[in-house]
């Protein structure tokens, strides 16, 4: 649907009221848009900035009460059903599109969308059945990771099989649900692009990231990603043609394993805002959340430009074992900013905030951000 420009004023709409939804409503508050969010929860972490539509993802009743009530709408989750994202399209602009979604959220159309189109992944097969895994094996090899085809994230709905004889433990325990095998990949490193396209086509993407998963989440990022100029302009690369061929509206996610051959591998696209993008605010004169706001109402992008190197480190739910933790520390360094995205409850593994520092050396960023998130560790645990 061709609309003419959202502006300050009018309503954005946005599909989950998590930390991501908050951040994206916040920038566009800043801006003087109104907000509402779609989300079960009425005491979720954007209520604090938006009204709150309370509703399941699921639910095409709630899901059509905010489109109503909004002139443009765009998502936090790419976990929507494409069938209440298209009951959506039909009477509101949408962005991303229903159809970008489809192909984002099933990791089988996925991982066929970039074989389609020529882009790097690893091994895969599709599996529908114990019989399906137990011959897929010898192909793929081991050790493999046994993903479930949607719903999973954070390293959620996905186990390892280190030999052929764990295959039937893994089938039960993704709950006998389509999936793919993967082939392990023992990468040097992992990167991301976050990039954001405008309706026009235009495409502008943030420095490439490094990032470092702990149990499959998500521990840290610095950006400007510390390898050569060759290998970030190979993965911005990558991330421009996957924009393209999606033809996405809004910020577009790649995540990529560096083998240790130098290779670049795409792991999985998110056609949203994402965790390895949250040093653009603060460190960049347009951040992420911002650059979704402008693409998604059809406004020019802004500039990505980073003042200095950046470093991110994530605030889990483990932090909270004691209570609410001491932020003092933090506070009183005067490169860090702490994000906490107000959830009431605290469980090992959730998202509960993060700290980003600014520097003028990457190493020194990553360093301080590490030390300042060991001391809330210490604290948790002590
Ligand atoms: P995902 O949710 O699929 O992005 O997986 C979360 C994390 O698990 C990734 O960022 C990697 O650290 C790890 N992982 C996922 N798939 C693979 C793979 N095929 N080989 C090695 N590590 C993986």
Redesign the pocket.
């Known amino acids: 649907m061709k609309t003419a420009a959202i502006v300050p004023g009018q309503t954005l709409g946005i599909l989950g009221g998590g930390q991501l939804g908050k951040m994206i409503a916040i920038e566009a508050r800043r801006m003087g848009y109104r907000v509402k969010v779609l989300d079960p929860d009425t005491a979720c972490p954007a209520s604090e900035v938006a009204e709150v539509v309370q509703g399941a993802w699921s639910d095409p009743t709630a899901a059509l009460e905010l489109a109503m009530g909004c002139d443009v709408l765009t998502l936090e989750t790419e976990h929507v059903p494409y069938a209440v994202l298209a009951e959506i399209e039909r009477i509101r602009p949408l962005r991303p599109s229903a159809q970008v979604l489809r192909t984002i959220q099933d990791r089988y159309d996925q991982r066929h969308f970039l074989h389609r189109h020529d882009l790097p992944q ?1 091994r895969w097969a599709n599996v529908e059945s114990l019989a399906q895994l137990q011959a897929a094996l010898p192909d793929i090899g081991v050790p493999a ?1 046994l ?1 479930r085809r949607t719903g ?4 959620r709905a ?1 186990v390892r099989i280190y030999a052929p004889d764990d295959a039937a433990a893994a089938w039960q325990a993704l709950g006998q649900a389509p999936c793919i095998l ?4 023992d ?1 040097a490193a ?1 990167l991301s692009v976050v990039l954001a396209r405008s309706a026009q086509g235009e495409i502008r993407f943030f420095a490439t990231a490094e ?1 470092v ?1 702990k149990q ?1 989440i998500l521990h840290t990022t610095v950006a400007p990603a510390r390898f050569s100029q060759m290998t970030r302009a190979r993965a911005e690369d990558l991330a421009t043609r996957a924009a393209v061929a999606l033809e996405i509206v809004g910020v577009l996610t790649v ?1 990529f ?1 560096l083998t240790r051959d130098d290779a670049l591998l795409i ?2 696209m998110a056609p949203r805002v994402h965790n390895s993008g949250h040093v653009t605010l603060g460190a960049c004169v347009t951040s992420q959340f911002e650059q979704q706001l402008r693409a998604v109402c059809g406004l020019p992008l802004g500039s990505q430009h980073q003042h200095a190197p950046a470093a991110m480190v994530n605030l889990l739910g483990e932090l909270w074992a004691k209570g609410e933790p001491n932020f003092m520390a933090i506070l009183a360094e005067p490169r860090a900013h702490l994000h906490l995205y107000g959830k009431r409850v605290a469980h090992p593994g959730r998202k509960m905030g993060h700290i980003t520092v600014l520097s003028n050396d990457t190493d020194e960023a990553l360093e301080v951000a590490e030390r300042l998130h060991g001391q809330l560790v210490r604290a948790a645990e002590g």
């Open positions: 690893t990771i993903k999973g994230y954070d390293g996905q993967e082939a392990f990949v990468f992992e990032n998963h499959g995540e394993f792991n999985e």
